[in-house]
């Protein structure tokens, strides 16, 4: 047997290992998913599962209406203040007055350079 073919063998052995690996893997995945997979738990006859129509607890879905309202309120609130900054700031880009500090630093920064001649 050639060094060559002897490689290709090697190569083969070691390529089709890999690929039995990943096989046993997804297979063994699979095996766990269904073993552990959340069965439904049958119930006694006796028992009588809850009626989904009716709220379980009134006072959960009042508190969460709430909270969901409160929420909605704060986003309202930091949108519309979010607005009055953007369009504050594009007045003052458009109106092409200084501010009050550019106004007093301007004029000394004119005064610091030395005019040669």
Known sequence: MSEFQQGLLITAIGMGLVFAVIIFLWGLMALMMRVTSGRK??????????????????????????RRAAAAAAAVGIALSALRVKTAQSKEE????????????????????????
């Open 41 to 66: 738990q049958e119930q006694d006859p006796g028992e009588e599962a809850p009626a989904m129509d009716a709220p379980v607890m009134p006072e959960i879905q009042k508190t969460e209406s709430q």
């Open 94 to 117: 458009r109106s092409g007055e200084l501010s009050p500090w550019q106004a007093v630093h301007r004029p000394r920064q004119f005064n610091r350079i030395k005019r040669r001649g």
